[in-house]
């Protein structure tokens, strides 16, 4: 198994893009901390997880939260021992034009994947210094880390800010063993997408079918969306790379959508 005595914290994990990731790192030998907002649903995707014979644990986390975040990585560490992998993943979105978004909703959409992302990695790379074997950061990006799209504006900046962010770990952590990557996936079916659909819909003043077949889909190759499991793969491969060949990198899965 690729992540053997591993430890993982992935936040926003209890569904979602997260959840995937959790529940293949764990296939894959590693102890994993689900990390979210919601509890119940964290300590939910723990029991599914032990059921299929993988260890994990919930962690009740608001990434806004310095303090939070804090508690939450020291529990991991108490637990387990060290933290190998922490995955930036919590994310929300908000759909509105520039010129009506409040500073409020623009701040929320900021702190939530932005802020959460320095405080994880502010917490994280404090133990990854520490262990021989250094750690491995991953960042939640976005096809949206690369290109715009109207209504998204928060979105879009934040996304694009977090290959800043990682290409920094990239140089500060070297000397600590510590590697960093930023996945962008396209447009997957979860929660965060399926919510965007009928607000994008009103918006531009189209149906639902439009916004998937002319907005969301319209420059892939294969007119697809992204799969959980395609980013929980690119996850995995991320992790259980040997060697600072690839970091401070970005991996683009979305069917064509964006190439670089």
């Known amino acids: 198994m690729q992540l053997s005595d591993k430890t993982a914290l992935i936040t926003g994990a209890a569904g979602g893009l997260?959840?995937?990731?959790?529940?293949?790192?764990?296939?894959?030998?590693?102890?994993?901390?689900?990390?979210?907002?919601?509890?119940?649903?964290?300590?939910?995707?723990?029991?599914?997880?032990?059921?299929?014979?993988?260890?994990?644990?919930?962690?009740?986390?608001?990434?806004?939260?310095?303090?939070?975040?804090?508690?939450?990585?020291?529990?991991v560490i108490q637990e387990w021992g060290r933290l190998d992998i922490a995955i930036a993943n919590a994310g929300i979105q908000h759909i509105e034009p520039l010129h009506t978004l409040s500073f409020a909703d623009w701040r929320k959409v900021i702190s939530v994947h932005l802020d959460g992302a320095f405080l994880l990695t502010s917490a994280a790379l404090r133990q990854m210094y520490q262990q021989e074997?250094?750690?491995?950061?991953?960042?939640?990006?976005?096809?949206?880390?690369?290109?715009?799209?109207?209504?998204?504006?928060?979105?879009?900046?934040?996304?694009?800010?977090?290959?800043?962010?990682?290409?920094?770990?990239?140089?500060?952590?070297a000397a600590h063993r510590v590697r960093t990557n930023v996945i962008c996936p396209g447009f997957v079916r979860t929660p965060l997408v399926d919510k965007q659909i009928p607000e994008q819909a009103a918006a531009l003043g189209i149906s639902e079918e439009a916004v998937i077949r002319d907005v969301m889909l319209k420059d892939t190759v294969d007119r697809e969306f992204t799969t959980l499991d395609d980013i929980a793969e690119v996850a995995l491969h991320l992790a259980a790379f040997p060697t600072a060949a690839l970091t401070g990198q970005s991996i683009v899965a979305s069917h064509g959508w964006y190439m670089q």
């Open 133 to 173: 074997s250094g750690g491995c950061m991953l960042y939640m990006g976005s096809v949206h880390s690369k290109l715009a799209s109207p209504l998204k504006a928060p979105y879009v900046a934040a996304k694009h800010a977090l290959l800043g962010l990682c290409r920094t770990v990239a140089k500060e952590g």
């Open 18 to 75: 997260g959840r995937a990731i959790a529940e293949r790192y764990a296939r894959e030998g590693a102890r994993v901390a689900i990390a979210d907002l919601n509890l119940e649903a964290a300590n939910a995707t723990v029991n599914a997880i032990r059921e299929q014979g993988g260890e994990a644990m919930a962690v009740a986390m608001d990434v806004t939260d310095e303090a939070a975040v804090e508690a939450g990585v020291a529990q």
